[in-house]
């Protein structure tokens, strides 16, 4: 398995409050993307990091932000947490330009009530 | 939106059977990727096919793909209890993200011992 971890595993979290998650690679990969998986939606990208301190919106970012200070962080914030943003969150890594493939955390999955 | 799109949504099939699953996509790709993934466990990467490329071979996996239907298939041969899981297909296009993929919803394969 690639050194991926994420943290935390599971949280459950109530309407408007923030909540970080972090994504921590070993791997000294330069790209990190967060997605998420709800059913009958495959995978769906919310941002993405190209480096350190560079980072863009994907398909679904509102109510997200993310910051990558370092090469192995990637975090996401949702900033005041919504019922519609109850998912599993997946991390994923890639080491470089051109064609490559994609190696992906554990998950989080996050309630919110 | 999903680029890919699997078919079926379901397969069941005995152990030994060979299980097709079938991923058609809109727009134009430099790569093709299908993933599994386990009950509850992140998306692990089976194999990659390049535009340029009509099939790929790995162990039991067979995958094709027609960039002329926008289709692309993954067979696994003689399968078994183990194989038990979800499948994804993923369209690639090379930008400032490095490979980025879009997901499909994915087949979900139970290999009945």
């Known amino acids: 398995d690639a050194g991926i971890t994420q943290s935390p595993r599971h949280k459950v979290t109530e309407t408007g409050t923030p909540v970080t998650l972090r994504c921590h690679q070993t791997e000294n990969h330069r790209y990190m993307y967060w997605y998420r998986q709800d059913p009958g939606h495959g995978l769906r990208l919310i941002h993405y990091s190209y480096g350190v301190k560079d980072t863009d919106k994907g398909e679904v970012s509102d109510g997200y932000s993310v910051s990558r200070s370092k090469t192995e962080d990637f975090l996401l914030t949702l900033e005041s947490a919504t019922s519609s943003q109850t998912s599993v969150y997946f991390c994923?890594?890639?080491?470089?330009?051109?064609?490559?493939?994609?190696?992906f955390g554990p998950g989080t999955r996050l309630t919110v009530l | 939106s999903q680029q890919g799109e699997e078919d079926p949504q379901a397969l069941s099939i005995q152990e030994g059977e060979n299980a097709t699953m079938n991923c058609s996509y809109k727009?134009?790709?430099?790569?093709l990727q299908w993933y599994r993934q386990n009950s509850g466990r992140g998306l692990v990467h089976l194999i990659l096919i390049r535009s340029n490329e009509r099939e790929k071979h790995s162990g039991r996996l067979r995958v094709t793909l027609d960039t002329s239907k926008k289709s692309s298939s993954l067979l696994i041969t003689a399968s078994r209890a183990a194989d038990t899981a979800s499948y994804f297909c993923?369209?690639?296009?090379?930008?400032?993200?490095?490979?980025?993929?879009?997901f499909g919803g994915g087949t979900r394969l139970m290999v009945k011992p």
């Open positions: 994923a890594i890639s080491e470089s330009d051109g064609i490559t493939t994609q190696y």
């Open positions: 993923a369209t690639g296009r090379l930008n400032n993200a490095g490979n980025m993929l879009t």
């Open positions: 727009t134009s790709i430099n790569n």
